[in-house]
Nanobody
Framework: QPQLVESGGGLVQPGGSLRLSCATSGFILDLAAIGWFRQAPGKEREGVSC????????KFVDSVKGRFTLSRDNAKNTVYLQMNSLKPEDAAVYYC??????????????????????WGQGTPVTVSS
């Protein structure tokens, strides 16, 4: 059974950094595109970033461009979301999701994309002084 487990969330001051991890099991990460999404209280889930199965394609939504980076270590079955210069508006529960049959060098930051079948349970990020 495919599983994704997020970790690394917590409380950080504005301007600080966190690295989120998405540990996967039950499927071959090399063949999957991974997306990161977030949901703040009272708001809809929104896309943050994604990385294609090959790692050649990464996407970031405008609000995090230049501050967040994404990488994957297929040997460790883990995808990392490095978040720098965090702002209060980045506070949310962060989720990763897997598209196990992606188009070549493609990924999506749309949380409504039906290709994202497998989701983690989320890790909370709080940005506050």
């Amino acid at each position: 059974q495919p599983q994704l487990v997020e970790s690394g969330g917590g409380l950080v001051q504005p301007g600080g950094s966190l690295r989120l991890s998405c540990a996967t099991s039950g499927f071959i990460l090399d063949l999957a595109a991974i997306g990161w999404f977030r949901q703040a209280p009272g708001k809809e889930r929104e896309g943050v970033s994604c990385i294609s199965s090959t790692g050649k394609t990464t996407k970031f939504v405008d609000s995090v461009k230049g501050r967040f980076t994404l990488s994957r270590d297929n040997a460790k079955n883990t995808v990392y979301l490095q978040m720098n210069s965090l702002k209060p508006e980045d506070a949310a529960v962060y989720y990763c999701a897997a598209d196990r049959n992606p188009f070549p060098d493609y990924c999506s930051v749309d949380p409504r994309n039906s290709r994202y079948i497998y989701w983690g349970q989320g890790t909370p990020v709080t940005v506050s002084s």
